[in-house]
């Protein structure tokens, strides 16, 4: 009888063991990635929030100060271009517009639909002109990244809705951790 028999683990046993530790390994790794892109596209996602609230905000003010005159609206949208316009009086004598001037908010100005720019045309006595309204050369830049820029403007209520949409890349599908989507709208009411 040999009692200094020693167990000891053999080939087998250690190659599953082995095996067993890579796919635990794989896991967290899995684990570990999905989380970081997570984090990345939230921070994304707050970073797109800002950007948006801070348009809608600057949107929202000179929609507010629209100023209508008789037979002649304060708040205009060319559908064709996704523009809108704003009439804005220069000084606090509203019966005159003379002095008044177009704010105009159009996407794609810079030959690039996925931004938004913000420009002043002084044209007192008449419509905008949405031909020729923000050349890059004049025009504020806003934001980037969008997906949709959509103005709508209710006369009978005098509501204006105005709704932006963006994407960290707007060439790509939305995808909700790689690619994630931002929409943002707001409601101003017109009292000019």
Request: aromatic share 8%; proline share 6%; hydrophobic share 40%.
């Amino acid at each position: 009888m040999n009692t200094n028999h020693k167990k000891a683990m053999t080939l087998v046993e250690l190659l599953l063991a082995t095996t067993l530790i890579g796919i635990v390994m794989l896991g967290v790794i899995a684990v570990t990635t999905a989380i970081k892109q997570f984090q990345l596209s939230g921070a994304d996602m707050n970073i797109s929030a800002m950007q948006i609230t801070g348009a809608l905000k600057r949107i929202a003010r000179d929609a507010s100060i629209a100023v209508n005159y008789p037979n002649s609206p304060g708040t205009i949208i060319d559908a064709g271009s996704n523009s809108v316009s704003f009439r804005q009086d220069q000084d606090s004598d509203l019966l005159t517009q003379a002095d008044a001037i177009w704010v105009i908010y159009t996407d794609g100005s810079d030959g690039n639909p996925q931004t938004i720019h913000r420009c002043q045309q002084n044209a007192p006595n008449s419509d905008p002109d949405f031909g020729n309204e923000c050349s890059p050369a004049n025009a504020q830049f806003i934001i980037n990244k969008v997906v949709a820029f959509t103005p709508a403007f209710d006369a009978t209520t005098g509501l204006f809705t105005v709704a932006v949409t963006t994407r960290n890349d707007p060439n790509k599908p939305f995808h909700p951790t790689k690619n994630p989507e931002f929409q943002l709208s707001t409601d101003i009411r017109s009292y000019y």
